[in-house]
């Protein structure tokens, strides 16, 4: 078994624990590979491991990587802030959009997204703590940013997407609850079913209060050398 496979179980083992604790059923939670700043060569070896699913938060990085391993079955997810100008090359290369916090935003994305396509999966950035540092929309503004958004062509909005500060763990119960106050204003609800919310430090907390994908990155891989960026 080599370094990525043991890290992997770990994680995995964890995962377990943490919905075994809180009373739920482990399929419920899926495992994001947040690849950000690792190589190619390096995500080829994990996705070796069984990961099928991987977190990029640089355009360009990660349209280096899909472009290098194209071959392999991955389903890319963009995890970082989306401007304007990267668009066009997110709906054209992702599986998943997490980081969605305004309509024009998921409207270009929808414009952009072949008809050829799967409809694109994305997840509604929320400040769920009003951090001064932190992108995302206010948690007032997702009921009217569900009913709009869920009504678009060729893009299915599956949740929201919070990270909170450091050991406040008050906001992913608080995300939660918005989460599940929200659900009646999709024209979907039926899609409504991801909370992407905790990494390596607090995925336990998160999974307890309710999320259902965990985006780790340093657990997995180890830390990251931010030099290459």
């Known amino acids: 078994m080599n370094g990525l496979e043991i890290t992997r179980n770990q994680v ?7 919905c075994q604790n809180a009373g739920r059923d ?7 590979a947040v690849s950000k700043t690792h190589p190619s060569d390096i995500v ?13 938060n640089y355009l360009q990085e990660a349209l280096d990587k899909i472009e290098a391993l194209h071959e392999l079955d991955i389903e890319w997810h963009f995890i970082g802030h989306v401007q304007r100008n990267k668009t066009k090359h997110l709906a054209a290369h992702f599986a ?8 024009v935003i998921a409207e270009r994305l929808s414009n952009q997204r072949q008809a050829t396509q799967a409809p694109l999966n994305i997840c509604l950035q929320v400040n769920i703590d009003d951090q001064d540092s932190k992108d995302g929309c206010s948690p007032q503004d997702v009921a009217d940013l569900v009913q709009h958004i869920s009504q678009l062509p060729h893009v299915r909005l599956r949740g ?3 990270i909170p500060a450091p050991h406040n763990h008050q ?16 024209a979907n609800p039926q899609d409504w079913d991801t909370l992407s919310m905790g990494m390596s430090g607090d995925m336990p907390a998160a999974i307890a209060a309710g999320s259902t994908m965990v985006r780790v990155g340093t657990a997995l891989f180890g830390a990251r050398d931010y030099s290459q960026n």
């Open 44 to 56: 080829a070896k994990m996705y070796a491991t069984g990961q099928r699913a991987f977190g990029e």
């Open 171 to 186: 906001a992913f119960t608080d995300a939660k609850t918005l989460f599940d106050a929200v659900k009646p204003q999709h």
């Open 160 to 162: 929201l997407m919070v």
């Open 26 to 32: 482990v399929a419920q939670v899926s495992l994001l």
């Open 12 to 18: 995995l083992q964890q995962m377990a624990t943490a």
């Open 96 to 103: 998943w959009v997490h980081g969605v916090d305004r309509f």
